[in-house]
């Protein structure tokens, strides 16, 4: 790859290391030393592609997507933990999931699924406030976050419940959830050996090889991926009896919860929603068993870890930004003396998906976050043919000529950075790496219009075409990223974008509304808390108040008081 970029930094490692490892500074810094496109040495010296030019990814992600698939790593690997499932598959296959599950996805169904979710909103406050035995508590909140993401997920995707927030109760499968990307982690170095094996030894020598290799890890993950499989394939066995044998009037009538763990949602659950649009389309589109049943374990990951992650950086920022959390407070108190009605008490009040998803500051909050701090900050991609990808901006070749197109050779990896794409001075601005919640505000504290991708819910001011669109964050001289969320990458963009965040975000803005209603957040003055970049995102205490590495955000928790507004 004939571009400029820098040194290999280990015979072995290349660059890598440096990029996946608490590598925020040195992401950053590569863009802003060699610009949108950078050559990098990967594993063993192999030369990749690091792209941050808004030109290059739309043409990674939505003009030629078909040419920069996933990698066979990536699909192979999570075709052999999830099964066929929307990152398992690749084309046509990948094409006809989506039709079929874009719809299950809709503003409609959100909007439908927003009340039933509510409940685990309360049960995570009150379970904080459960903790508060003295005036003001230092609790670690990522075991928190994390179980209230899994109830989420779990209730959203499948409608069912597996107790996560229950302190008490220890679940096969959430604990399964838990261990896995800790044990895919320890893994890191056998999956590249992935797609070698599907393709030479048949499924019944796969698992002899298992059985017979000491490597500890992979036992381990062999038993997480299996007590997923299972416990998947029992649920979904019981929804389509439940659809089949039961479905009066269009309704699903679930039975009710049998004890703490059970179904949950009648019918409103993500699942119930695509097998009922399933049994209803036409046998070309239809997905087989084996794909619906890829369908839920894959929603489960993806949407478990990343809003967990999300949510706890949300908190961390509010503690650590008295305004902020004073402001977006004053906000949900005002939107809910609006709507109190019979309620006792404002706090009990559970705002209606419009409002929650139309309250100003609360939007300008968990986007600026997610822009700064991207929970998935790389992905990677890999040619399917040689190419030619052109840029935006300009980069140096390895010569120090000017280029505006980069010829790629066939099988070349591409790593898309979310991170610098969200860090683009040329397109956020000098500020681009400041967190300013305020930049989606209009100076009169409205949301400012985004951009044509995203279905603007009501509230939005629509900024008519002109140099007010510059104003809008994220678009300059009508360059922008192909990004859904706005013109930020961190859902990505094109027929592989993240399905589930409108979900996402429903779900951080009712946990921020529910919890700053009843609970202050402030830092613990001795600890310094640090987040790594290492791939996914990972909070932990600096040394010697914490050891570097176990991941968790201490924070001070009190009740609400009158001056907290
Ligand atoms: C803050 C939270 C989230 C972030 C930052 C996020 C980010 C992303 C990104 C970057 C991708 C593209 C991955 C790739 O192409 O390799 C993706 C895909 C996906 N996400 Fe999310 N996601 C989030 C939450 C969710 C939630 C809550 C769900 C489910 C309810 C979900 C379901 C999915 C699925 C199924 C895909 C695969 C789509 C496809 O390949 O067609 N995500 N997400």
Redesign the pocket.
């Known amino acids: 790859i004939d571009i400029a970029g820098p040194e290999t930094d280990h015979w072995l490692k290349g660059n890598y290391h440096r990029i996946f490892q608490d590598g925020l500074e040195y992401n950053l810094q590569l863009t802003e030393k060699y610009g949108g496109a950078v050559r990098i040495h990967a594993l063993l010296g192999e030369e990749q592609l690091y792209v941050s030019d808004p030109r290059a990814l739309h043409h990674i992600v939505v003009k030629e997507q078909d040419v920069y698939e996933?990698t066979d790593m990536?699909i192979m690997g999570n075709k052999l933990i999830f099964g066929e499932?929307?990152?398992s598959t690749l084309g046509e296959q990948?094409r006809k999931?989506?039709k079929m599950?874009n719809p299950v996805?809709s503003l409609a169904n959100m909007r439908d699924l927003l009340p039933t979710i509510q409940p685990i909103a309360d049960q995570l406050c009150d379970l904080l406030v459960s903790k508060i035995t003295a005036g003001e508590q230092e609790i670690d909140i990522v075991p928190w976050t994390s179980r209230g993401a899994l109830e989420y997920?779990c209730q959203?995707?499948l409608g069912y419940t597996f107790d996560a927030l229950n302190p008490e109760k220890t679940s096969e499968y959430a604990e399964a959830l838990r261990r896995f990307s800790p044990t895919a982690l320890r893994l890191i170095l056998i999956r590249p050996f992935v797609p070698f094996f599907v393709r030479n030894f048949s499924l019944q020598w796969r698992n002899r090889i298992m059985d017979w290799v000491p490597i500890k890890p992979l036992k381990e993950f062999r038993r997480i991926v299996e007590v997923m499989h299972r416990t998947c394939k029992g649920i979904y066995a019981d929804k389509k009896s439940a659809i089949e044998g039961t479905l009066v009037d269009g309704s699903l009538k679930l039975n009710e919860p049998q004890g703490a763990t059970g179904f949950r949602s009648r019918g409103r659950d993500?699942i119930s929603i695509l097998l009922r649009a399933n049994r209803s389309s036409n046998v070309r589109d239809m997905l087989t068993e084996s794909e619906l049943l890829g369908?839920m374990n894959?929603?489960i990951f993806?949407?478990?870890e990343?809003?967990a992650?999300?949510t706890s950086r949300l908190l961390y920022l509010l503690a650590s930004r008295p305004d902020a959390q004073a402001r977006l407070r004053r906000e949900v108190r005002a939107a809910k003396m609006a709507h109190v009605g019979d309620s006792a008490r404002w706090q009990d009040v559970n705002l209606s998906y419009d409002v929650l998803m139309g309250l100003p500051y609360l939007d300008a909050l968990v986007r600026e976050t997610?822009r700064v701090y991207?929970?998935?900050s790389l992905?990677s991609r890999t040619t399917r043919k040689s190419t030619v990808l052109p840029l935006e901006f300009p980069v140096r070749s390895a010569s120090g000529q000017e280029v505006t197109s980069i010829p790629l050779p066939e099988n070349t990896t591409v790593i898309i950075s979310?991170l610098a794409a969200n860090h683009n001075k040329e397109i956020w601005g000098e500020d681009a790496s400041d967190w300013r919640p305020e930049r989606w505000l209009t100076s009169t504290g409205e949301r400012v219009r985004l951009s044509d991708g995203e279905n603007p819910p009501d509230g939005y001011v629509v900024v008519e075409r002109s140099e007010e669109e510059d104003k809008v964050p994220g678009n300059r001289n009508g360059i922008k990223y192909p990004g859904v969320y706005a013109s930020m990458?961190?859902?990505?963009g094109g027929?592989?974008?993240?399905?589930?965040?409108k979900?996402?975000?429903m779900?951080?803005k009712q946990v921020l509304t529910t919890l700053l209603s009843t609970l202050h957040f402030s830092l613990p003055a001795e600890k310094e808390i640090y987040w790594k970049m290492n791939g996914l995102q990972v909070p932990v205490v600096r040394p010697p108040a914490g050891d570097g590495q176990t991941p968790q955000v201490p924070l001070k928790i009190r009740l609400v008081r009158d001056d907290d507004y």
């Open positions: 996933e990536f499932g929307l990152i990948h999931q989506r599950l996805f997920i959203a995707a993500i369908q894959t929603i993806a949407g478990f990343t809003t992650i999300a997610l991207p929970p998935t992905l979310i990458m961190t859902f990505l027929g592989r974008a993240c399905i589930g965040f979900f996402a975000e779900e951080m």
